[in-house]
């Protein structure tokens, strides 16, 4: 018999997994919150939209939610494909971060500054080295 050997994720690809997991934690619930309060009359104010348009949006929310919760597990268990998917989506988080820095003043442009820098470091964890040796197929 024998046994399968398990390769040990790098401390890098860890600490974007565990990034990862409370980010779309929190995805998950802010679009329970955005369910909740979608016949609230305040919030449809602030947000321009109907309650039917709130409940969609909190529905989408969780939605993608889960999908990225499992994306990260299957990034966890060392799926090139989902690295490729993160890599992706994290490239378009520093493009527009970056258009945010290079187009914009004041706050808006110091919230780009935050997914710029992030996400870089993000997109140098996923490709790395040691990175690719984790989720090199033997």
Do not use: C
């Not at 321009?48 to 919760?69: D, R």
């Not at 971060?97 to 710029?116: C, D, K, N, T």
């Amino acid at each position: 018999m024998t046994t399968q050997e398990v390769k040990q994720a790098p401390g890098g690809i860890t600490f974007v997994v565990v990034l990862a997991y409370i980010g779309f934690i929190f995805e998950v619930l802010a679009g329970i919150l955005v369910m909740i309060d979608a016949d609230q009359a305040a919030q449809q104010f602030r947000s321009g939209m109907t309650e039917n348009e709130l409940m969609g949006a909190g529905i989408a929310m969780v939605v993608i939610g889960v999908i990225g919760i499992l994306l990260t597990g299957a990034l966890a268990r060392g799926s090139n494909v989902v690295r490729v998917l993160f890599g992706i989506w994290v490239a378009l988080q520093v493009a527009g971060g970056f258009y945010a820095v290079v187009a914009h003043s004041g706050v808006q442009r110091g919230a780009g500054i935050l997914p710029l820098i992030f996400g870089i470091i993000v997109l140098y964890l996923l490709f790395n080295q040691k990175a690719h040796d984790f989720f090199a197929k033997d």
